[in-house]
């Protein structure tokens, strides 16, 4: 069942995980501390994600670097000193990913990213919630079979 907030279509949740300062944090707490099963992504090794199955109650969960997180809204490995540093991520898949951009834009919202497909195949518009999450709504092909 999708959610419907304001005309964007929610279908689910595609991605959720902390915005590590550093690789070496991320590994030692979530992994070695907390023992949750993730591994290094194939040719990043600082993006560790978990295996579709592998952590129940999450598609897709994962310590994303903030110097790529950085480099994936701006295309620089720093992030913007005027812009609060996100402490977490969320990615919300949505049905109409053209409406949704149009829907945050007309309330106003900065957008940092705007219907950009990823070099992995995903297209995202990224923006900070009020919160300083750093959020997606996002069209994920292979999550969507």
Excluded at 27 to 39: H, S, V
Excluded at 40 to 55: F, H, I, R, T, V
Excluded at 71 to 80: D, K, L
Aim: charge should be negative; proline fraction near 6%.
């Amino acid at each position: 069942m999708a959610l419907n907030l304001s005309g964007i279509e929610v279908l689910f949740i595609a991605g959720f995980g902390p915005v590590s300062v550093t690789a070496e944090s991320g590994t030692a707490f979530y992994i070695d501390t907390l023992g949750l099963p993730l591994k290094a992504m194939d040719g990043n090794s600082e993006y560790l994600l978990s295996e579709e199955g592998k952590l129940e109650g999450v598609k897709h969960f994962a310590i994303w670097p903030l110097s790529q997180a950085a480099t994936s809204c701006f295309g620089i490995p720093q992030w913007p000193s005027h812009l609060s540093k996100p402490q977490g991520w969320i990615e919300y898949e949505v049905q109409d990913l053209d409406l949704a951009t149009h829907i945050l834009s007309d309330k106003g919202y900065h957008l940092l990213v705007a219907k950009r497909t990823e070099p992995w195949g995903q297209t995202v518009t990224r923006l900070l919630s009020p919160e300083g999450l750093l959020t997606g709504l996002t069209v994920t092909p292979w999550l969507r079979s």
